[in-house]
């Protein structure tokens, strides 16, 4: 720990404090009556308009990972590292209309979780416990991966010891995180995302102008990453896609898109928002954020033609690739801008981090605590609950980064994006029909979880150093059925997420048939078809913090 | 199942909603999966990517501007706070 990059570590350290104040003040801004209840700690009182929406889901979506994980992959596998543009093309549009259903109607009703609306839907305590269990063990590896690209920081500017200690300014910052969530709720992220938010944009605005025209312009850029791919003997890389892996491309981009606002902490930061024509405009305006992630990306080839080199971790002894763009703005900007951007990348880590745990904390409380341990709590018991959650949930992710390999939670992360793509039919169709029928769901589910995770299990990475969870692009040629494979030799690549998401959606539409002939009881809708269309001002909708 | 009685319709459908499946199309990746055109020294595989992004704009935008939803009475008592101003839809 000798060599810490002083200059650096203080503009970092500064703004670090500015958006600590700025956490612990959260709590009066914008106050209710009363924070001891979900709408206020856990929604941010549910009023947010479409500026501090569209900083709280931009600060929430594009994450410290995506910072230091995206541009990575670009360094290492080129062309496939892409994906994360027209993943968030797509996205938007998907969601558009569901998401103005989710709204309305879980504003009518009160619902604080995707799970709660399931609850409502089908009137199925065990289908939203599925719901929540999955919401929740998606989002955890999540957290941890904050930590990763926070810790990716910390290890630039000189923090690279090995056991607790040199984990110790990670902990601290996070110890600091859980202290203003539990006191400040919703508010908090919400507040700090405008500070992370600017920061980033003029962070990435200088470094795309300057660093083209310091490494000779782009066409210098991509041919030094074209002459890196050609000099390396995996196939999977270069600036182009090849043959085997579009398939892989578009599937992943699209299960992605898919699965992104299933995330608990996606649907907290829309159902914080005050009304629908708030998240129509965000569905236009958050793009920008798209902009800047692809842009992003190609810091991952800069790298390349700077000759940056990442550095080596010496916990683990391994270089670390997501150190590829702190490293960057380390060789090729003034400390002070460096340190800018590390703290931009940090703050980054802390946003999501805050949201995600608010959302898990949530969907604990919502459906578990109160559906089986505490039918009667009040909503005082509930934000308290929720607190306390929300605290286990963020040093749980930390014993994640302290005591298991990181590499354990960027497969959990994996593993993460396949799970919650299971909980597609259930929440996202039912928004729009009650076609399918609870055991359906359930059984949907089941299979859809259990195959998925079978397929990640026996992927083995790319390099062939593990033999499990290696990717989640698998080969046709090794997909098979009980011994029946239908593309034997076919060697495209494909996302499992989409092949467990089948698999679910056919097992729910046969298990629905039978249901129905049998005539089983599909449980009780407490919706009504007019709840999905309300907007702010309307009668129907429930009083925020009512108890 | 909706009990009798109940009211409001399920679906509220626009032609306007079609241009939301436009975006659909940056997954078709042998569209852009080549190296020429380039412009300023970008690949056309990146660059036709970022343009995506306003074509997506584009699409949510106007569907937005182009169905309405069901008219609402304002909450009564409900005052100008700051983002009414910042959006200028104060009333």
Same mark, same amino acid.
């Given at each position: 720990?000798?060599?810490?990059? %002083? ?13 600590? @104040? ?22 941010? +009182? ?5 500026? *501090?929406? %569209? ?16 541009? &990575? ?5 080129? $062309? ?10 797509? @996205?938007?549009?998907? @969601?558009?209309?569901?998401?103005? #259903? ?12 995707? &799970?709660?609306?399931?609850?409502? #839907? ?43 200690? +040199? ?41 795309? *102008? ?9 066409? !210098? ?50 159902? &914080?928002? #005050? ?30 033609? &700077? ?9 683990? +002894? ?17 400390? %002070? ?11 980054? $880590? ?17 459906? @578990?605590?109160? !559906? ?9 018991? !509930? ?51 009650? %076609? ?61 997420? *989409? ?16 249901? #129905? ?18 907007? !702010? ?11 | ?9 399920? =679906? ?11 975006? =659909? ?13 380039? =412009? ?17 704009? =584009? ?33």
């Amino acid at each position: 720990m000798n060599d810490l990059h %002083w200059t650096e570590l203080i503009v970092f350290a500064l703004l670090f404090g500015v958006v600590t @104040v700025m956490g612990f003040v959260a709590a009066k801004w914008k106050a209710g009556e009363t924070l001891e209840h979900l709408d206020e700690w856990g929604l941010g +009182g549910r009023k947010f308009g479409s500026w *501090i929406t %569209w900083f709280l889901i931009g600060g929430d979506l594009y994450t410290a990972y995506t910072f230091v994980a995206v541009p &990575a992959l670009m360094f290492s596998a080129g $062309a496939a590292g892409f994906f994360a543009l027209p993943y968030t093309v797509i @996205v938007y549009p998907i @969601v558009f209309m569901p998401l103005l #259903r989710m709204w309305s109607v879980s504003r009518v009703h009160g619902y604080v979780t995707p &799970a709660d609306f399931v609850r409502g #839907r089908y009137g199925s305590p065990l289908l939203a416990l599925l719901i929540a269990i999955t919401g929740i063990v998606a989002t955890m590896p999540y957290i941890a991966l904050q930590l990763v690209g926070l810790e990716a920081v910390l290890r630039t500017l000189g923090f690279n010891g090995s056991g607790v200690v +040199g984990h110790l300014p990670l902990l601290i910052a996070f110890i600091v995180l859980a202290v203003y969530t539990y006191q400040s709720g919703l508010r908090a992220p919400a507040l700090i995302a405008f500070v992370k938010d600017i920061l980033i944009y003029v962070v990435i605005v200088v470094a795309v *102008i300057y660093l083209p025209i310091k490494l000779g312009g782009w066409s !210098e850029i991509f041919s030094s990453a074209d002459e890196k791919f050609k000099a390396t003997p995996a196939a999977g890389d270069g600036l182009l896609l090849n043959g085997n892996n579009q398939l892989q491309y578009a599937t992943l981009a699209l299960g992605s898109a898919l699965a992104l606002f299933l995330y608990p902490h996606s649907i907290t930061g829309v159902l &914080a928002s #005050r009304g629908r024509k708030v998240i129509k405009r965000n569905m236009s305006a958050l793009p920008a954020y798209s902009l800047v992630l692809g842009l992003l990306a190609l810091l991952g080839y800069m790298a390349i033609s &700077a000759g940056t080199k990442p550095i080596m971790n010496q916990a683990t +002894g391994k270089a670390d690739t997501n150190t590829i763009v702190p490293v960057l703005f380390q060789d090729q900007f003034p400390s %002070w801008f460096a340190g800018i951007a590390f703290a931009a990348i940090g703050i980054g $880590a802390l946003v999501p981090a805050a949201i995600m745990s608010i959302a898990a904390a949530n969907l604990w409380t919502r459906n @578990v605590y109160k !559906e089986f341990m505490h039918k009667d709590a009040t909503p005082a018991q !509930e934000a308290k609950q929720a607190k306390l959650a929300s605290l286990v949930v963020k040093f749980g992710a930390v014993a994640f980064i302290l005591f298991i390999d990181p590499q354990f939670s960027i497969d959990l992360q994996l593993i993460g994006g396949v799970m919650i793509l299971q909980t597609l039919p259930a929440v996202a169709i039912a928004l729009y029909t009650r %076609w399918f029928h609870m055991r359906g769901l359930i059984a949907g589910w089941t299979v859809g979880m259990a195959w998925g995770m079978w397929l990640l299990y026996n992927i083995p990475s790319a390099d062939g150093k593990r033999q499990h969870f290696g990717s989640s692009a698998l080969k046709l040629n090794d997909l098979g059925f009980f011994g029946w494979h239908p593309f034997a030799g076919n060697s495209l690549l494909i996302y499992a997420g *989409i092949l467990a998401l089948a698999a679910n959606l056919i097992v729910a539409v046969v298990v629905t048939v039978i249901a #129905r002939r049998l005539r089983a009881f599909n449980g009780t809708d407490e919706t009504n078809p007019g709840d999905y269309h309300v907007d !702010e001002g309307d009668k129907k909708l429930k009083k925020i913090g009512a108890h | 199942m909706a009990l009798p009685g109940k009211t409001g319709s399920t =679906l509220r459908w626009s032609p306007w909603n079609l241009l939301l499946a436009v975006p =659909l199309l940056w997954l078709i990746t042998p569209l852009y999966n080549r190296i020429g055109p380039e =412009l300023f020294g970008m690949p056309f595989y990146y660059w036709f990517q970022f343009v995506g992004i306003p074509v997506g704009v =584009l699409c949510t935008t106007l569907v937005f501007l182009k169905t309405a939803d069901e008219p609402t009475t304002p909450a009564p008592g409900a005052g100008l706070d700051v983002d009414d101003l910042d959006e200028g839809t104060g009333r």
